[in-house]
């Protein structure tokens, strides 16, 4: 029998919302949570705001092997919320021994020591025991998780959140695993912040997707985890399902180190390839959630693609990006989550700030207001720098 794969435990925090509810219903009614940096001097870089998470007792640097990273406080807080929702322990998830894996996504991971030790290094103080001081976060993770099986760990830029719950699909249809801890987490700094700064990435003021007058991403950060899990698995548990996984597609247009391919190759073949092993077709698809970053050729090269992967067939198109900021390897994770949420609420968020629309086709809908929707079947969609691209097809599940 074909293995059914479903998710039933989300945990997220971004910007506009600790925890699922406050993150959902904020985003539901286009609440954003860019504001003006606290965490370190912004006024050096094209603009001063960011998607920080609102949290006094997340610390921004660490000065002791004893403290815990920022990244870490996110994902503890996210992965305790997933753990909950989903009914699960550390001591149920090594119920399941090999068969529970763990997927990960990061880009910055725990480098607030290694900002520090920068930061030292320039004003004249060398502390070599700083690389002794580096913590290991991942073994982190599958202790506090119960995962007694392997650990992968996606780098493929702000497409590796999707990319993990993709990896995390196949884990299961393979038979390799029946549960998989799946997520995402990445944190505010100046060093990401630096980096899209040189490259002229960021808007001079709040980022809008999908308008005319779009100039650049703001940086966000943020973390989101799942319980992704056979749907016996589920039932055996009584947990809550939010949605089922139908495929997924990962790809790469090899175009560009920072520049996607105008005419969205990759983006084409990661959506087709989250279809293709289905009978589902893109008239079957109500909603997609964008990777929207709110880049002249990001939201150009997007809407591309939709127009050609979807044709004359009607889809609405939003973006978590304007409320949020663009959270890196975190943002196809906390994506998902949106994604889910709008599935099992039947309810598509708002693009925040779009007054001057782009020229598309009249299929692709781009709603300004909060839609209520009957929605069966919805991609989420990440790319990244270096041509990567991922999609996920999730649907409302049926017994």
Request: glycine residues 10%; proline residues 3%.
């Amino acid at each position: 029998m074909e293995k059914r794969i479903v998710i039933t435990g989300i945990g997220v925090l971004a910007a506009n919302g600790s925890g699922k509810d406050a993150f959902f219903e904020n985003s539901k009614h286009g609440i954003s949570g860019l504001k003006k940096a606290t965490l370190f001097d912004s006024t050096k870089f094209r603009t001063e705001f960011v998607g920080e998470i609102d949290n006094p007792d997340f610390p921004y640097l660490t000065n002791t092997p004893q403290e815990k990273e920022r990244i870490i406080y996110i994902m503890e807080q996210a992965i305790e919320e997933a753990y909950e929702d989903a009914n699960l322990t550390p001591e149920i998830v090594s119920s399941y021994k090999e068969k529970s894996y763990l997927t990960f996504a990061t880009s910055l991971a725990a480098n607030g020591r290694i900002i520090g030790h920068v930061k030292d290094t320039r004003n004249g103080i060398l502390q070599s025991e700083w690389l002794t001081q580096i913590p290991s976060f991942v073994p982190w993770i599958k202790d506090k998780c119960g995962i007694l099986g392997g650990c992968y760990v996606t780098m493929a830029a702000c497409a590796a959140g999707t990319t993990a719950a993709g990896m995390a699909y196949d884990l299961i249809k393979s038979g390799k695993a029946d549960l998989v801890i799946c997520g995402g987490a990445d944190p505010l700094t100046e060093f990401s912040c630096l980096g899209f700064n040189v490259l002229k990435s960021l808007s001079s003021s709040l980022c809008k997707p999908f308008d005319n007058d779009r100039d650049g991403i703001n940086i966000g950060e943020g973390g989101a985890f799942f319980v992704i899990e056979t749907l016996e698995s589920a039932i055996q548990r009584n947990a809550k399902i939010y949605a089922e996984i139908f495929g997924y597609g990962i790809n790469n247009d090899a175009y560009h180190i920072t520049s996607p391919s105008p005419f969205g190759e990759g983006a084409i073949a990661s959506m087709g390839m989250a279809l293709s092993n289905t009978l589902i077709t893109p008239t079957d698809i109500t909603y997609i959630n964008s990777h929207g970053t709110g880049t002249k050729l990001n939201d150009a090269m997007e809407i591309y693609a939709i127009e050609n992967f979807f044709g004359e067939t009607d889809v609405y198109v939003s973006t978590n990006k304007s409320m949020i900021g663009h959270c890196l390897a975190a943002a196809g994770a906390i994506e998902l989550a949106s994604t889910l949420l709008t599935i099992d609420q039947d309810y598509i968020i708002p693009n925040v700030r779009l007054k001057d629309e782009m020229g598309r086709a009249d299929s692709i809908n781009l709603p300004t207001d909060g839609i209520n929707k009957k929605i069966d079947f919805a991609l989420s969609n990440s790319y990244a720098f270096a041509g990567n691209t991922a999609s996920i097809l999730l649907g409302k599940f049926y017994e």
